[in-house]
């Protein structure tokens, strides 16, 4: 009897169990060709051999493998004549969660605009379907909350808290938005949620960043005049908060003068000026701009009347005397 290698050898019987196991079994040679001494199943890639015993069970089971991977593997069987391969067998695991999802990228562009990046998850583990974009409303006051409006998502669908929005639903191969019409001087927050084949995951919220100051304030300050002497003016005016101003209180300008002349007389943070240096018996317009670093936005006007003057009075005393006598 010549002994030689097999005859018959024919690929292992994959079966996918979960996304990181696949059971391989196999059978004998069609045509041994002599005693069968060893039998070797090799996976391509990454390199991975599992040796058996004639006697052992003729089944293996690959673990720890990588979720939607496609795995190619062979058997060689030996007998003292030597040893045949079969022909390659593959199969592909199945999908899993998406792992490594990193948070967003976000740059201001202008007051109403925010420009959203991303990048694929370290781990797809699958064929990505969508990418969900998520928005957090911080305002206009930095701070940070625990609620990550991604979480609430997954687990409250579209029924989310006051401060979350739904942005929108992108495919594969869109990993951009322009988030637009938001409102000037906010922060705000994103987060993005991965969904494949079987299973969402989503990222981290981005630090906050806020939109750019608006081109002017809402609106301006609401001015006093209030005559204190024959030379002195007071003006007081309302302070303009964050949510009027949609920027950054740059500082209040106040201009005065009579009427159909007007020149600053004050810029600075205070919500208070004495003009002085007045004329005696004469009416003054003010009017208050409050800056943004962007515009301004104007006061309504005022206007207050200087008492008169000790000249004044007395020209007065003197014709009253002369009528009298």
Known sequence: MVISAPEGVLPPLLEVISSTAITLTFEPPLTPNGVVTMYTVTRLTPLTTYTLQPNDTLSIVDALLTPYTLYTYT???????????????????????????????????????????????DMPNGVIQSYALLRKFVGFELSLSSINCCEQYLSNGFNLSDVCEFVTTTSLNVTAFMDFELRPFTYYQYCIVVTNGADSAFSEETTPIRTDPAPFPLEGPVLNATTINSTAIDLRWTSVGVASLLGPLEGYTVFGGVAGSRVEVFSGLDLSFVAAGLIASTEYVFMVAVSNGEGVAFSNNDTAVTEEGSESLCNKWLLQWVVFV
């Open 75 to 121: 058997l060689e069987v030996c007998t003292l004549g030597g040893c045949a391969v079969s022909d390659p067998a593959s199969v592909r695991t199945l999908e899993d969660t998406p792992v490594g999802v990193a948070m967003p990228t976000v740059a201001t562009v202008s007051s109403e605009e925010l420009q959203v990046m991303w990048n694929e998850p």
